[in-house]
């Protein structure tokens, strides 16, 4: 069983940059997909990017191309650094796992809130 922990967030005004970081409680890098969701207000959760094993590749959401970049470290963590944020990038950001061979998102972190003010 995976745990995720996210921290980062807040609150800052459009144009502004933030960054989100998401620790796992074992190593990921090899074997795992890593990725970041957010869920708006009365909205369903969707899909912002994701990272494959060793990096090899990253999925955007066409919403964040360009100002969003995910990436991992060696071991247990994945980042997503945001510029140019705007204010319907409000949202709870949520880190999840699965295994490179699963088609299913199985792990969720508890999500960080990020606010943005116009």
């Known amino acids: 069983q995976v745990q995720l922990a996210e921290s980062g967030g807040g609150l800052v005004q459009a144009g502004g940059s933030l960054s989100l970081s998401c620790a796992a409680s074992e190593n990921t890098f090899s074997n795992y997909d890593m990725g970041w969701f957010r869920q708006a207000p009365g909205r369903e959760r969707e899909f912002v990017a994701a990272?494959?094993?060793?990096?090899?590749?990253i999925y955007y959401a066409d919403s964040v191309k360009g100002r969003f970049d995910i990436s991992r470290n060696y071991a247990n963590s994945v980042y997503l650094e945001m510029r140019n944020l705007r204010t319907e990038d409000t949202a709870v950001y949520y880190c999840a796992a699965r295994d490179s061979t699963a088609g299913e998102w199985a792990y969720w972190g508890q999500g960080t809130q990020v606010s943005v003010s116009s």
């Open positions: 990272i494959t094993p060793f990096g090899r590749d």
